[in-house]
């Protein structure tokens, strides 16, 4: 994994003098290294910003430093904000104000006219919001006490959504073969979403895949034997398909990391030269952090790989999902989720089984392992990127996971089973309205806050979905974006 950091840079100016100044940037790395104990990447302070130069060339330097995933502003006391103009206008990186205070209560007894020269974030970060405003920046305002544990989350949350901008400015995505034929949501402008997400999506032929595989060897495929053992119950006597799927694993993990690709699509139209469509391969190579999409869905690729870096540890339980079927029993509503293989195992509930079975759709000479089990239970999101030409649509929808309420013995693939908001019916008839794709990322770890977060770094529309929607005001909302992003 990378190495990321985000860059601590806080306002000041000359007027209260240089003991002022050193005591401003003393707290100033105190707070930086008190924070960095607590949050997922280091918290870096770097400097005062006391001069337009100053803050300039910071904000240069921050832009072309490849570790620097955002920078985070405060002001301990008044910065004059039109030394942040020309800095403001350059900067290219995720973007947090966080307006807090060195010290958490007003000191009754000593507070005078020196004390509040020193501490006067009220005033500076109000200042210093305005020029924010004015210059139209996307950012996001923090407020609370830099102690504080919630504040500290939400600083962590933000972080991780700033890490996906720049897991996204990175993407690389290996494609084998075209998109399914005829469908139309997976789709899309890729000169467009190399523009504004920053993805490289590029195609490798399905052959030169097969001319890998047939070069892996039989002691590779022993080692990879050996840790769907460790990992997996083997529920297969099949062991040839499985090998099988080891030599699609490593072939298809050998490019990927050769041409630095995090993500990966292939289709069932297109499999000519292989016998099994890969299953247990995509699936353990997801598990690794890498994004995969059914049917050569490019954008649910990289999705997946952006919510998994966005995860705890950057591999969270975020793994690509088809809406499939619904249960509507009155009080018993449910998505069933899975697809044709390739459920990601990062959310599993238990130990995956390997098992094989014969798969009819594309053309599979035999029988292709998969990993089948049951998705965790708990609160979730859904997320699908569209493109609606001219501009990228993000829907977020809150969902609610369940133990499946029934065996499915007879269902071959990996299932997710939960419920939409704000109820399955109106959940769906909100989704359906919004245009969201039956690809989407399924994710435990990431919240509707973080995708909000990376919507607005990446200025693309967002839509969220929640247990408050109604069909009728999202309806408003989505024709209002509409004319906005037209005129934006
Ligand atoms: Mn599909």
Same mark, same amino acid.
């Given at each position: 994994?990378?190495?990321?950091?985000?860059?601590?840079?806080?306002?000041?100016?000359?007027?209260?003098?240089?003991?002022?100044?050193?005591?401003?940037?003393?707290?100033?790395?105190?707070?930086?290294?008190?924070?960095?104990?607590?949050?997922?990447?280091?918290? $870096?302070?770097?400097?005062?910003?006391?001069?337009?130069?100053?803050?300039?060339?910071?904000?240069?330097?921050?832009?072309?430093?490849?570790?620097?995933?955002?920078?985070?502003?405060?002001?301990?006391?008044?910065?004059?904000?039109?030394?942040?103009?020309?800095?403001?206008?350059?900067?290219?990186?995720?973007?947090?104000?966080?307006?807090?205070?060195?010290?958490?209560?007003?000191?009754?007894? &000593?507070? #005078?006219?020196?004390?509040?020269?020193?501490?006067?974030?009220?005033?500076?970060?109000?200042?210093?919001?305005?020029?924010?405003?004015?210059?139209?920046?996307?950012?996001? $305002?923090?407020?609370?006490?830099?102690?504080?544990?919630?504040?500290?989350?939400?600083?962590?949350?933000?972080?991780?959504?700033?890490?996906?901008?720049?897991?996204?400015?990175?993407?690389?995505?290996?494609?084998?073969?075209?998109?399914?034929?005829?469908?139309?949501?997976?789709?899309? #402008?890729?000169?467009?979403?190399?523009?504004?997400?920053?993805?490289? $999506?590029?195609?490798?032929?399905?052959?030169?895949?097969?001319?890998? %595989?047939?070069?892996?060897? @039989?002691?590779?495929?022993?080692?990879?034997?050996?840790?769907?053992?460790?990992?997996?119950?083997?529920?297969?006597?099949?062991?040839?398909?499985?090998?099988?799927?080891?030599? @699609?694993?490593?072939?298809?993990?050998?490019?990927?990391?050769?041409?630095?690709?995090?993500?990966?699509?292939?289709?069932?139209?297109?499999?000519?030269?292989?016998?099994?469509?890969?299953?247990?391969?995509?699936?353990?190579?997801?598990?690794?952090?890498?994004?995969?999409?059914?049917?050569?869905?490019?954008?649910?690729?990289?999705?997946?790989?952006?919510?998994?870096?966005?995860?705890?540890?950057?591999?969270?339980?975020?793994?690509?999902?088809?809406?499939?079927?619904?249960?509507?029993?009155?009080?018993? &509503?449910?998505?069933?989720?899975?697809?044709?293989?390739?459920?990601?195992?990062?959310?599993?509930?238990?130990?995956?089984?390997? &098992?094989?079975?014969?798969?009819?759709?594309?053309?599979?000479?035999?029988?292709?392992?998969?990993?089948?089990?049951?998705?965790?239970?708990?609160?979730?999101? $859904?997320?699908?990127?569209?493109?609606?030409?001219?501009?990228?649509?993000?829907?977020?929808?809150?969902?609610?996971?369940?133990?499946?309420?029934?065996?499915?013995?007879?269902?071959?693939?990996?299932?997710?089973?939960?419920?939409?908001?704000?109820?399955?019916?109106?959940?769906?008839?909100?989704?359906?309205?919004?245009?969201?794709?039956?690809?989407?990322?399924?994710?435990?770890?990431?919240?509707?806050?973080? %995708?909000?977060?990376?919507?607005?770094?990446?200025?693309?529309?967002?839509?969220?979905? #929640?247990?408050?929607?109604?069909?009728?005001?999202?309806?408003?909302?989505?024709?209002? %974006?509409?004319?906005?992003?037209?005129?934006?």
């Amino acid at each position: 994994m990378k190495k990321r950091v985000f860059w601590f840079v806080v306002g000041s100016q000359f007027l209260y003098g240089d003991e002022v100044l050193r005591t401003v940037e003393k707290r100033s790395a105190e707070m930086a290294e008190e924070l960095t104990k607590k949050l997922p990447y280091p918290l $870096v302070f770097k400097t005062i910003g006391v001069t337009a130069d100053g803050i300039t060339k910071i904000i240069k330097e921050a832009n072309y430093d490849d570790e620097c995933a955002g920078i985070v502003t405060w002001c301990h006391t008044f910065s004059p904000s039109k030394m942040w103009i020309n800095g403001f206008e350059l900067l290219q990186k995720p973007y947090l104000h966080f307006a807090t205070q060195y010290n958490r209560e007003i000191p009754n007894e &000593e507070i #005078d006219m020196d004390f509040m020269n020193l501490n006067q974030a009220a005033h500076g970060d109000r200042e210093h919001g305005f020029i924010a405003a004015r210059l139209r920046m996307p950012r996001k $305002v923090i407020a609370g006490y830099w102690q504080d544990e919630d504040v500290i989350a939400r600083i962590a949350s933000w972080m991780k959504a700033a890490v996906g901008v720049a897991v996204s400015k990175e993407m690389k995505v290996m494609r084998f073969g075209d998109n399914m034929r005829e469908v139309a949501v997976t789709e899309g #402008d890729k000169v467009e979403v190399q523009k504004k997400l920053g993805w490289q $999506v590029n195609t490798w032929a399905v052959g030169d895949l097969v001319k890998e %595989m047939n070069a892996v060897t @039989e002691a590779e495929i022993d080692a990879k034997m050996a840790e769907y053992t460790a990992k997996y119950d083997i529920a297969t006597d099949n062991t040839g398909a499985i090998r099988y799927q080891a030599k @699609e694993e490593i072939a298809i993990k050998k490019m990927m990391d050769r041409e630095g690709c995090l993500a990966f699509t292939n289709t069932f139209q297109d499999l000519y030269g292989m016998e099994q469509l890969p299953g247990l391969a995509s699936q353990n190579i997801m598990a690794a952090g890498y994004g995969y999409g059914g049917e050569g869905d490019w954008k649910v690729a990289a999705m997946t790989a952006i919510l998994k870096a966005m995860g705890e540890n950057g591999n969270g339980a975020s793994g690509f999902m088809e809406d499939y079927t619904y249960h509507l029993v009155k009080g018993q &509503e449910y998505s069933l989720g899975a697809h044709m293989l390739e459920v990601c195992p990062s959310l599993a509930a238990g130990k995956p089984r390997i &098992e094989t079975h014969h798969l009819g759709i594309g053309m599979n000479e035999k029988d292709p392992a998969r990993l089948v089990f049951e998705g965790k239970a708990g609160k979730g999101i $859904v997320v699908s990127l569209i493109d609606m030409g001219g501009r990228l649509r993000l829907i977020v929808q809150d969902i609610e996971a369940v133990k499946p309420i029934m065996p499915m013995p007879n269902l071959p693939v990996a299932r997710v089973m939960w419920r939409a908001m704000p109820d399955l019916t109106t959940g769906v008839e909100c989704w359906i309205q919004a245009g969201g794709a039956h690809h989407t990322v399924l994710s435990y770890d990431v919240t509707a806050e973080q %995708m909000a977060d990376f919507a607005r770094m990446m200025d693309i529309e967002f839509v969220h979905i #929640d247990k408050n929607t109604t069909p009728e005001a999202l309806e408003e909302k989505l024709m209002l %974006m509409d004319i906005a992003w037209k005129l934006k």
